[in-house]
């Protein structure tokens, strides 16, 4: 251990998406900065064993369905043979590459990096451990971005290599033959794609009456259509009563509607019903850092902490947790701290399942109108009137516009179909700029895209589209 503590004017205590930015920014603006991750290099949950691993596999998963589906336009291939050690080194390679290339970036700037587990252990003060030892690392201000993990199933606490959570799954240790997934959120539904795709018969088991709940139904529905040909069975309103691992796998009784009796057995379970802020073993009750009931940091606008010189982002400092989420917060609590007065205060976060279609929202969703009791008008466009989609043969998608019915701007977007993730950009724009309705209309979109399917579904929003012939008989939309 050195005795003399290290100085610096920022601390970051966790390199994900939110921490590295950050350190990023401030080291851009002059500032002299100090990383703190467990890793070798950068990355954090997103690239090592989230965001990353998980598209490079669904991107995989997409390339094995289309090829099935290319026999409907006369296109016949074998069916795939899968060398899982490769797929496994190339996604592992992918992984490399980006946190490799985020550790020269850190190099180039400057920043001190350090491998190890920081706390505090007062409010000027880090302690950092690492197989070297310890070391004191004192700040001027500090940002903690330390993120999460996966959440258990609660009463289970069965050590077994035939339950998976996302970072194991991940990992692709094999192909099962068959796997229950617990929970139809974000991670289920991904990785049970995945699956699926490589030849895994997936059932789904979620506790509640339908699968992204808390989503736009409207959107959902779309994808549950085809989530019901490629999984075994989803199981909804049900519950994992009892699980026990026998000599052929695990015996997992469930509870509810569907379900058979005596308990099934899977190869393997995989658990993904949420996941927990990273806020324990920090050192916080040596600090004035508050924490609320669920463990996230509690921040203000700037992000800043109870205690005023620290701050926290990302998954730690509360939902959504999302990695673009995570960047912004990270580069507003960098601006703060260089001298500038802003806030985090998007209008519109977006959010994408990268499931086959994609799902994508962003802004005032239907459903959360309805619980604000809110007023919109609300123009659909569907994909089987889009000339890109039928290219594609991918019909299965709907725009929805979420419009204010007295100034007819633009509350929210939401699309389902293949790459609704990348078109909901235009979405966000759309709300943080304050657009309305007709602004989308009037915007000349490429052709034959499936952008236009937003242009459109605003031509929808005044009777007027040219490929949906649905004439509007009420006030609001009219010229
Ligand atoms: P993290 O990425 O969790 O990084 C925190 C880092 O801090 C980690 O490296 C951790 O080791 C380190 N750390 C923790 N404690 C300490 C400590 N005391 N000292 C030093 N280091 C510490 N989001 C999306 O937006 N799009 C996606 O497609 C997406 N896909 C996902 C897929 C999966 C399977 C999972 C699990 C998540 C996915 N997410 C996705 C969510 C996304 O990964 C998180 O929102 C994001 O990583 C949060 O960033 P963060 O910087 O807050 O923390
Ligand atoms: P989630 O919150 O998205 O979904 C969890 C699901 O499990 C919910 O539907 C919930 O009702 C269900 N559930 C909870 N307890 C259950 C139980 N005992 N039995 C059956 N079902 C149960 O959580 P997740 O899928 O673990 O993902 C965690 C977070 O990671 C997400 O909320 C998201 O913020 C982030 N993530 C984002 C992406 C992306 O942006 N594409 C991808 C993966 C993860």
Redesign the pocket.
Known sequence: MSERPKKTQIAL????????PAAFLAADRGLNVTL????TN??????????????ALLHAARVIAEAKEASNWGIGFSDPVIDIDRLRNWKDNVVQKMTGGLGQLTKHRKIDYIK????FSDKKTLE?RNQNGRELLTFENAI???????ANLPNFSIDSKRILD??T??ELPDIPKNMLIVGGG??GL??GTVYAALGTKVSVVEMTSGLMPGVDRDLVLVLSKRLEKIFESIMLDTKVVDMNEEKSGMRVKLEGSKVKSGGQIFDKVLV?VG?RP?SE??GLENTRVKTDPKGFIEVDEQRRTSEPTIFA?????GE????????H??RVAAEVISGHNVAFEPNAIP????TDPEIAWCGLTEENAKIENRPVNIARFPWGASGRATTLDRNDGVTKLIIDPDTERILGVGIVGTGA?ELIAEGVLAVEMGANVSDLEMTIHPHPTLSETIMEAAEVFFGESTHVYRPKKSASGKR
């Open positions: 205590i966790g390199g994900g998406p939110g921490g590295y703190i991750d467990n890793e950068p990355g954090g949950v997103c690239l090592y064993r989230g965001c990353i691993p998980s598209k190890g587990h920081a706390k950092i903690i971005a330390t993120g999460s993990r996966p996302s970072t799954g991940l974000y991670i991904e990785l993904s996941r990273n073993n920090l982002i990302g998954d730690v400092a959504p947790m999302l990695a673009h989420k995570a960047t917060e990270g959010a994408v399942v990268f993730g």
